[in-house]
Every structure is written in C-alpha cells, then in structure tokens.
C-alpha cells in the first residue's frame, strides 16, 4: 500500500482505501495482542496508537498485571527485532547502548551494539536503573539515534520502546526524570482485571504460555507505510490552535507545578491522527483530541499536590472541560 504523490512529499494524497487498510493492519494486531492479555483492550488500542503515530509507551501500575505481557504481545504480532532490557539497579549505560571494544587481531575499536538496537525495546521495570542509566536512552527515543564515543548509529525503523515502571512509592524504584518521561507519547496503566476476565485468566495461563500461540500479523514494512499514511491524516488550523490552547492552559493553572511542553502537542497530534485513521477518517475531529488528550498529556505535568498520576490526569480532565472546542475539518 502506497501514497499518491503529486510532485513533492507533502502533496501526497490519502483516500479511503488507504484509511482501510490501515483498519484492517491494526485490525489484525489488536485481535492478536487481545487473545494475549485478557480484558485489556483499552490499553492494547493506546499502544497502537503510539506504535502507529510513532511514538515510545509508558507502562505503569503495580507488579503482575500484565505490563510486560503487553509489551511483549506487541513484539510477537509485529515480525521485527524485539530486545527485553531488564532495568536493575547495578545496570550501566553500556549494557543499554553498547560499547567499543579493542580487537586484537584488527588492532583498531569495533563497535558492539547493545540490546536498544532493536524495533522493539521491551525497557522492562525502567525505574529500578539508576537516572544514569535511564539517562542512556534520551537521545534513543528523542532522536532514533546513539551517539557512543562521538560516533553517531542510527536505530532500525521502525523503533519503539515500550517501558514498564512500578509505582515510584515502591521499594528499590527511582523516579523518571521529567525529561524522559515528555520522551514517552503515552502513558499507560492497566489496572486490575475485572472478576470474568481474572477468572478466564486462571482458565487459560495455567497450562500454557500465552505467547506461545502468538504469530506475527504485520510486518516492518506495512508498520512503515501505515505510519506514512497517518502522518498525512489532515488536521484543521482550528483543532491544532485548540492543542495549543490546552497546552497554554496547564501552563498557566494555579493547581499545576509544571505545564507540558510543545512536544506534548506534537505527540498529542500526532496520536489524534492514528485514532482517526483506527476510526476510519482522514481528518482529525475534537473527539480524537479529547479522548487522547489525557492519556497523551497526564504525565507531561506535575500537579502541585504532588505527582500523582491519578490526580494529573484528572487535572487534564478539568483542563479539556474548561476550553471551548475548536472545530473544523
């Protein structure tokens, strides 16, 4: 599946059959990832959103609901590298990048790729590293690129992290430096299964894996091209003042600490785009701004109550309720 172009890269031209073939991509790799984890959809749709607008995931909540298993699952349906980094304290920045190493026979560094050189990088309980540690993957997530010894290597395409933290208030976890966290498009928390789906939990994952039976469904290709045709989803003037305007909004609130930055709206939009395209639209509606907005936005700002997840996001909710909508296609 390919774009139209009329001369140059930014004419190019998206219709409803390009809209559906991305449904029917996405499709697919939601059904796969949903035989995976049980009750789970929610969070399975945001994480398709961000794997298709091209952004990082943030898993939060506490231990043994299925954080990993998610990022996992995502690895399983797309036919790509996937890396598993599990974050300890003891872990140093070159075991996350890689490092130069003298070969003897060659008398000259060869550089050893570490294992963020991946489509997929399961950053598994990233917390529990040191912010030094933590620090290595900045310029990953930022810029899809590693710099080692002033050497610059690029990372595959695509390239995604999806990241599991527990609760900070947790033994043995460091915060994640607001710089990392504004790297992550979005935020996402699980939660604990409801009563039918815990039950068919214990059905399913006592006997077998439930990876095991998970196959590829797409491929880096198609992950590429769907990515190309959302990013030409179109929206309006009006719906990106609108961003703007809530991204001023949490600036400038008494009960916020810190506002989020312009890379917020970049993701937000970006984000607003793939759920539009999962909606079957070319266009970008309020809807898809506000439904996003505090999934996308929540852990960009600190509320001066504290940082309290729950508490940002509902201050996001108190924020979209307060400005008027734009609208306009």
């Known amino acids: 599946m390919s774009i139209s172009q009329e001369g140059t890269q930014t004419n190019s ?12 991509l996405t499709s697919r790799a939601r059904t ?4 995976v984890l049980e009750g789970k959809d929610d969070a399975v749709g945001l994480s398709l959103i961000a794997l298709l607008a091209g952004g990082h995931v943030l898993l939060e909540d506490v231990p043994g609901v299925g954080k990993t298993l998610l990022a996992r699952a995502m690895g399983k349906v797309v036919d790509g590298s996937v890396r598993r980094i599990q974050f300890t304290p003891d872990l140093l920045p070159t075991d996350v990048v890689g490092v130069n190493l003298f070969n003897q026979e060659t008398k000259h560094f060869e550089f050893r790729q570490g294992p963020v050189f991946a ?3 399961i950053a598994d309980e990233i917390n529990r590293a040191s912010p030094k540690t933590q620090s290595a993957m900045l310029e990953c997530m930022a810029e899809g690129q590693a710099t080692i010894d002033g050497a610059t290597y690029q990372m595959p395409s695509p390239f995604i992290v999806v990241a599991t933290q527990n609760p900070i208030d947790m033994e043995g976890t ?3 430096p607001e710089a990392q966290r504004d790297r992550f498009m979005t935020r996402i928390s699980l939660g604990y299964p409801h009563t039918a789906d815990e039950i068919d939990l214990l059905d399913n994952q006592i006997e077998h894996d439930p990876l095991s039976s998970a196959t590829p469904v797409t491929s880096l290709e198609q992950i590429n091209q769907a990515r190309e045709i959302v990013r030409h989803v179109s ?3 009006q719906l990106r ?3 703007v305007s809530i991204l001023h909004a949490t600036r400038n609130d008494q009960t916020i600490l810190l506002g989020c930055s312009p890379r917020g709206g970049v993701h937000l939009l970006r984000a607003a785009k793939a759920r539009a395209a999962l909606s079957g639209r070319t266009f970008v509606t309020p809807d898809d701004i506000q439904a996003l907005a505090p999934s996308i936005l929540a852990h960009r700002i600190i509320p001066r109550d504290g940082d309290d997840s729950e508490l940002a996001a509902e201050l996001i909710g108190r924020v979209l309720a307060r400005i008027p909508i734009s609208t306009g296609q």
């Open 174 to 176: 460091y915060a994640l």
């Open 13 to 24: 031209v998206i219709g409803s059959e390009h809209i559906e073939w991305v449904q029917q």
């Open 241 to 243: 003042e609108y961003i």
């Open 32 to 35: 796969a990832m949903n035989a």
């Open 119 to 121: 489509n997929i990088v």
């Open 235 to 237: 929206a309006a003037r």
